[in-house]
């Protein structure tokens, strides 16, 4: 192999977003800021071979999977968000709103993986170690003595402790408060840095010799986004998204990506001072229990599909007069366009007059919707509410609603239904020649009807 030294190259460079151009501008055209090209000088070398030496090809029936050696944690709806536990050998990025308990879930997960006798080295750029301590003390009875906390924003600090600990997993909170001193000019959070030392952790992560599993705390822009450029996305394995107010217990992770899992799983847990804890029957938090008898006019139940699994949910509806020339529609679980179109099926298709009419829905739990599949729940709890009657306990609701009146199918039907079934259910109303087949259920009656008229008319006689 020879080497061949070319004239070097000068480029300027934006310090703030990494732009690149042959000549010296004012503003930059990438990000629009003024003044932050610097010169500098690229060393061009060329390695000229004789010989060309290649990877061997290999044929894909040859490769082995190493994606089953994962690491489960006891945290089951985090395992179920990852697709089964975490690989040891991927790249993650974590995404939420300050307060949603990101940095808590990690820990929790830190305490857990270092439970089963692994390292876990917890890096933090925001937090001092009697931060992390503080909050340590507060989730954990005891503290596992195989984690280890570091607090600096240097990347070149934390790969040598990195070196010096030998983790097994790493957790870098957050990933835009860290610099590498190679690229000095750009400030920590810029592009460039964010970019550089994400690639760093990846290189750590994808380690033949010494594979590792790396978390990275991303933070969310004003947009409920990762902040920075989306190629931060693209370079990790698996991204997950922690929604839920800092005012509600109510917690949601959905991955968005995962390399080795599906991307539509979710998970649920409920805040509380020990820190985060998994919801592992989730039909449970979204119901009320009430007792056989109990009647309790404007509550309706539905199942909706979120990711894999079923779960039963409960709407609440309240109707009362309006003492204002325009009538309120409050949807917490529904988004308002979607309520008045509701309420207007309801109205002209149902004979029922709500112009005068405070109407107002949510659910228990806290639970938004996403899926049509709830349309008639709400429209039957709805009517619950106006006759001031209530639906019994053992009925539920699964069908989207046309503008016609006519009840229309859902998908994953006999999924939704089984789940009824499972848990006791007499009666469920579907959409007429929803189910393609019949089912092998035990309890439960399905009854297909085919418009809103007729459900009210069998529900209320």
Request: hydrophobic share 35%.
């Amino acid at each position: 192999m020879g080497l061949v030294n070319i004239k070097n190259k000068t480029v300027f460079k934006c310090s703030n977003c990494g732009y690149e151009s042959s000549k010296w501008v004012g503003r930059c055209p990438e990000c629009d800021s003024w003044n932050t090209f610097e010169e500098r000088e690229i060393q061009n070398q060329k390695n000229i071979r004789s010989t060309r030496v290649t990877k061997p090809i290999v044929k894909l029936t040859h490769v082995k999977a190493g994606n089953s050696d994962r690491i489960v944690t006891g945290i089951s709806e985090f395992n179920r968000v990852m697709g089964g536990g975490i690989v040891k050998d991927s790249i993650t990025i974590i995404t939420a709103k300050p307060g949603a308990g990101k940095s808590t879930l990690l820990l929790q997960v830190a305490g857990d993986v270092a439970s089963k006798g692994l390292k876990v080295l917890y890096a933090s750029g925001e937090e001092s170690e009697s931060q992390i301590k503080s909050r340590a003390d507060r989730i954990f009875s005891k503290i596992q003595d195989s984690v280890w906390v570091y607090s600096d924003n240097s990347m070149d600090n934390v790969l040598s402790v990195v070196s010096e600990v030998d983790p097994d997993l790493l957790i870098v909170d957050s990933i835009q408060t860290f610099v590498l001193e190679g690229f000095p000019g750009s400030r920590a959070g810029s592009p460039t840095q964010t970019m550089e030392c994400a690639n760093e952790l990846l290189k750590l992560a994808k380690d033949p010799v010494r594979p590792r599993a790396v978390f990275l705390v991303g933070q969310m822009n004003k947009s409920e986004e990762i902040a920075g450029l989306r190629a931060l996305e693209h370079l990790v394995d698996a991204v997950l998204i922690l929604d839920g107010d800092n005012e509600e217990e109510l917690r949601g992770l959905s991955v968005s990506k995962n390399r080795f899992g599906s991307t539509w799983e979710r998970g649920y847990f409920s805040m509380t001072e020990n820190g985060l804890e998994s919801i592992d029957n989730p039909s449970e938090y979204f119901m009320t229990t009430r007792d056989k008898n109990e009647k309790v006019s404007g509550s309706a139940l539905t199942v909706v599909k979120d990711g894999s699994r079923p779960i039963i949910v409960e709407i609440e509806s309240l109707v009362s007069k309006t003492y204002t020339p325009f009538p309120s529609r409050i949807g917490e679980c529904v988004r308002r366009e979607q309520l008045n179109t509701l309420i207007s099926i309801l109205e002209q298709r149902g004979k029922i007059s709500l112009f005068d009419k405070d109407v107002v829905i949510k659910t228990t739990g806290g639970l938004k919707f996403k899926e049509p599949a709830v349309n008639l729940s709400i429209i039957m709890s709805i009517v619950s509410s106006v006759f001031d009657k209530e639906i019994p306990n053992d009925t539920a609701f699964i069908a989207d609603v046309g503008l016609t009146g006519e009840l229309k199918k859902v998908p994953s039907l006999e999924l939704r239904i089984r789940e009824l079934d499972r848990r006791g259910f007499r009666h469920v109303y579907v959409a007429k020649g929803a189910l393609i087949r019949s089912l092998d259920i035990k309890n439960i009656k399905v009854h297909e009807v085919k418009s809103i008229q007729e459900v009210i008319g069998m529900v209320f006689k």
